[in-house]
Antibody, heavy 119, light 111 residues
């Protein structure tokens, strides 16, 4: 069965970076696109960007352009999301999610990773 | 401010029917981009409920249905059950933003 398993919770200082991983299993990793979506406490879902696992092509939300990097390791079937210059407003749960066929929607989600930014 | 507008909350008694609206614009729903719906229970990841306007993934009850017309879409839930109490989000693609957009979410309360 398809599974996306994310790395554990993180606590970071303002101004630093965080890197969250998402390990995929149960399907051919390079066939799909993976996205990152975040959700601040009590807030709406917010799309951050995507990576085509097959060729590594990425696209980022204008809001996060320059601060976010999404990469993949095909040998490990893992996608990474790194967010830099963290501020308190970045405190959120970060989700990875699979796009089943370029339709810009998400059929499987990771369990989420809480990133807390606090001094 | 969300690109897709949803009512903050809706409610209904068990067995009743409720609808949740999602209003977009000419750069997303009005441009022909598909709308999708997710259900999010407290403390969990969103779950795909409806994709491409009206299709249900395997395992989603037919009590859930979706529709789209022009710049608007809606999710209907019939035969409300206590387990339906959750947050619901619509989602699409926006050509002006060149990316995925979500609605602000609607909290469904089963009275």
């Amino acid at each position: 069965q398809v599974q996306l398993v994310q790395s554990g919770a993180e606590v970071k200082r303002p101004g630093t970076s965080v890197k969250v991983s998402c390990k995929a299993s149960g399907y051919t990793f390079t066939t799909y696109t993976l996205h990152w979506v975040r959700q601040a406490p009590g807030q709406r879902l917010e799309w951050m960007g995507w990576i085509i696992a097959g060729n590594g092509y990425t696209r980022y939300s204008q809001k996060f352009q320059g601060r976010v990097t999404i990469a993949r390791d095909t040998s490990a079937s893992t996608v990474y999301m790194e967010l830099s210059s963290l501020r308190s407003q970045d405190t959120s749960v970060y989700f990875c999610a699979r796009d089943p066929g370029g339709g810009y929607y998400f059929d499987y989600w990771g369990q989420g990773t809480l990133v807390t930014v606090s001094s | 401010q969300s690109v897709l507008t949803q009512p903050p909350s809706v409610s209904g008694a068990p067995g009743q029917r409720v609808t949740i609206s999602c209003t977009g614009s000419s750069s997303n729903l009005g441009a022909g981009y598909d709308v999708h719906w997710y259900q999010q229970l407290p403390g969990t990841a969103p779950k795909l409920l409806i994709y491409v306007h009206k299709n249900r993934p395997s395992g989603v009850p037919d009590r859930f249905s979706g529709s789209k017309s022009g710049t608007s879409a809606s999710l209907a839930i019939t035969g409300l059950q206590a387990e339906d109490e959750a947050d619901y989000y619509c989602q699409s693609y926006d050509s002006s933003l060149s990316g995925v957009v979500f609605g602000g979410g609607t909290k469904l309360t089963v009275l």
